[in-house]
Structures are given as structure tokens and as C-alpha cells.
């Protein structure tokens, strides 16, 4: 797990929101397991909504996301080769 032991990672979180919906959809269970159900699952959309934009952010960050940046030619000898 990362930071916080009390958070699964994002992966478990999806694979549980997934069985989750799963059993939601079979209709087998009672008004109050339905609902405790949709709790949970909303609480785990909501984890794995931050987990996906705090990534993005990340991705933003490391390719310095600016539209107007312009490729760099290497600097080596004109025939391509590195000196």
C-alpha cells in the first residue's frame, strides 16, 4: 500500500467496486445490503476519482504539460552520431 495503510491502493479499491456492482446486479440481496453496498461503493468511486487525478497531476507535471514547448535538436555531429 502507499502513504496511508488505512487507504487501499487503487487497484484493489476497483477490484472490490467491481464486486460490488456485481453483486448489486444479481438482486439478491435486501433493501439494507443494497444500500450498505451503495455506500461503499460510492466511497470507493470517490478513492479511486483522487487516486486517477492525483496521477494525472503527476503525468501534468512530469512532461512539464506546455503547449507551447518545442522539441530540442541533440546536440552531436551532423551525421547523427553522438561525438
Known sequence: MSENDETPD????LQ??????ERMERGE????QSLQCFEQGIRL????QKALS???????I??????EA???PFEGTDDG???
Open 10 to 13: 487503487f487497484e484493489t479499491s
Open 16 to 21: 472490490t467496486l467491481e464486486a460490488l456492482v
Open 29 to 32: 440481496l435486501t433493501l439494507e
Open 45 to 48: 468511486t470517490r478513492e479511486c
Open 54 to 60: 492525483e496521477a494525472e497531476q503527476r503525468v501534468e
Open 62 to 67: 512530469l512532461t512539464g504539460k506546455d503547449a
Open 70 to 72: 518545442e522539441p530540442t
Open 81 to 83: 552520431q553522438p561525438e
